[in-house]
């Protein structure tokens, strides 16, 4: 088994390709074949040592996979899994980035005539995150108006098709001026450029002082206080990320330090007068929740069968390459998911 190993926290020079014995699948396990594995921000943080459920160094993560099935494990059945040779994605807890995967049978959905390998694994993370964020938590219903930080990356952009699918949203997407046109063409009402912009005074300008009715915001820090400023009544703020804390390549204590000050203190008090939501996503803290996983992971493959959504894939990166993947999305200069293959 070949895969990307984090050999220690620091820049992507410490990561290496190294092979170890293929895994063997446990009961109820399937083995995988992995033709492709999601990068993730959670994927860069860990690497950088700032994000607290990875695995020590050395370690192999990664989140998601696409590939085929080629081995059951003891007491695993054609009834209870995919049957050897299907075609698969599935989130895994870790270990993703290997050409070789064991893990549970229900955690992998067959991947639709429709999707390439590469597409597939785009999906389990960033959509899965976008249609838990919208649908199950925030609950954007049609009209509403929703703004969107790190539009134009993969979890970006598959809340913009998501919002699609429910029709009549308002999104207002914060990116670099250059990725406007593709934010356009994913749906986004308003692009925001962030780097120019201060995207306060814009949304408010846009909604006429209003603000908006939901935030989805994986930057963290004062970005959060600032989101809270933006909501109507009834508005809802989603965290899920803190992208924040890694602003180079290095982890940095002062960037830390001043970031982890920035976080709003809330109450319940506080919420009530505002008549404001706040709620928290951790896709990896979901593990257990096996139903909730696969119907968010089934309806996604539905609405990918009839191009209701279509995973964009910025860049295709051999693992022998993965540093530079790991800089194209600390850089964020990614229109879309980034994926590695053996």
Known sequence: MR????TRHGAPEVLAVRET????????EIRVRVKAAGLSFSDVMARQGLYPDAPRPPCVVGYEIAGVVDKHGPSTTAETAPAVGARVMALVRFGGHADVACLPAGQAVE???ELGFEQAAAIPVNYLTAYHMVVRVAGVRPGERVLVHMAAGGVGIAVLQVCGTIGGVVTYGTASAAKHDVLRAEGCTHPIDYCRDDYVRRVRELTGGQGVDVVLDPLGGRDWKKGLSLLRPAGRLVAYGFANLAGGERRSLGRL??????VPLFTPLGLMDRNHTISGVNLGHLWDQGTLVREGLQ??????RTGQITP???????????ADAHRRITQRRNVGKVVLIP
């Open 257 to 262: 330090l001043r970031q982890a000050t920035g």
């Open 312 to 322: 964009r894939v910025d860049m295709v990166v051999p693992f022998a390459d993965a």
């Open 21 to 28: 014995a293929d895994p063997e699948p446990g009961p109820g």
């Open 299 to 304: 309806t996604l493959v539905a609405l990918a």
């Open 111 to 113: 991947i639709p005539d």
């Open 3 to 6: 895969a990307v190993w984090i």
